[in-house]
């Protein structure tokens, strides 16, 4: 995670699948505390004494469990306990279930400027909710210049320089029935340390700028099923100009990857020349991907195929007319 956000941005915290509802009930003057790890903890036994597990920079969360222990406490027990607590280093406390807090529990939070929130969500839900809403907001971010489609549910980032043709291809992948995500700008951030998400800015959404034609939207155009919001990146296509004499993969044995945020991504250079069908290139693509994905790998099985009747040729010693032999068994 590469970035922190306020305290005060959780209060009607919304988006990402999440939505939770907030109310300030003390602190108000650490709201711009920050939270610095998307993480939620919940006291457990700090309440008894043993809080040197608690984490700076995460939210601490109390639920029926601790708020029941903390009011069998004699008063001087519970502000001792609560005055421990609030010394270690943690952004706010969010209180669940619409429990109300005992008022010690105010009076520490307000002299040392922790806020703490409730909400009627249970337990559970809140920390999943919540995670969710850090997560987002936390994760590390970066913009790309490309296309990316939604092709037979495979996230494909098509990349290349300026004026190759990656919004000519995407146009025609769309009229195959496949979907636009974003064009030109891409914005990517990482969830869970190992998936990408890519998605478009507000303002271009929906929208590809095609050279002689101008903006055209995609939406209007091919109806609402033509786009998405945002979609998992899992291949990259990288769009080459094709150069007279230059080797290129033939075989397909070996799979190129490009990082993005630490995340290494399959990587396919198509080079792009004149008569090519490059979208329907780049859908082939998404489609043997797809199968590798389940096992099915074609250019290997061809290989494997190739050594065993190598290998059985060898054992019969085979005359200088190998590959004739060879094809006359097939036959």
Aim: glycine share 10%; with cysteine; proline share 5%.
């Amino acid at each position: 995670m590469s970035a922190s956000v306020p305290v005060a941005s959780l209060l009607g915290a919304r988006g990402a699948g999440a939505d939770l509802e907030f109310d300030l009930l003390a602190g108000a003057a650490g709201l711009e505390r920050r939270i610095t790890l998307p993480h939620i903890q919940k006291t457990g036994l700090a309440l008894a004494g043993f809080d040197e597990y608690l984490r700076p920079g995460r939210v601490l969360v109390f639920g029926e469990s601790e708020v029941r222990y903390l009011e069998r406490m004699e008063p001087p027990a519970r502000r001792d306990a609560l005055a421990r607590l609030f010394g270690r280093d943690f952004p706010c406390v969010v209180l669940t279930l619409g429990l109300d807090p005992p008022p010690e529990l105010v009076a520490e939070a307000e002299r040392v400027g922790v806020p703490v929130l409730r909400t009627s969500a249970s337990t559970p839900t809140a920390i999943a909710r919540l995670t969710t809403v850090l997560e987002d907001r936390m994760a590390a971010r970066e913009v790309l210049h490309g296309v990316l489609l939604d092709i037979l549910g495979l996230g494909v980032l098509i990349a290349g320089e300026s004026g190759i043709g990656k919004s000519e291809c995407a146009l025609d992948l769309v009229g195959r029935g496949h979907r636009l995500v974003a064009d030109d700008t891409v914005e990517v951030k990482v969830r869970g340390e190992s998936v990408l998400i890519g998605s478009c800015p507000e303002l271009t959404r929906h929208y590809v700028e095609i050279r002689g034609l101008g903006l055209v939207n995609v939406t209007d155009l091919f109806g609402v099923t033509a786009t998405r919001a945002s979609k998992r990146i899992e291949l990259v296509v990288q769009l080459e100009r094709w150069e007279l004499g230059r080797e290129y993969d033939r075989l397909g044995l070996t799979m190129d990857t490009q990082e993005i945020l630490g995340v290494a991504i399959p990587l396919i250079r198509m080079p792009v020349a004149p008569g090519r069908n490059v979208a329907m290139l780049v859908e082939v693509a998404a489609r043997n991907s797809l199968l590798r994905s389940r096992g099915r790998h074609a250019a290997q099985r061809l290989a494997e195929r190739l050594e065993h009747r190598l290998a059985r040729a060898a054992e019969r010693q085979d005359s200088p007319d190998l590959f004739t032999r060879i094809e006359d068994e097939e036959d």
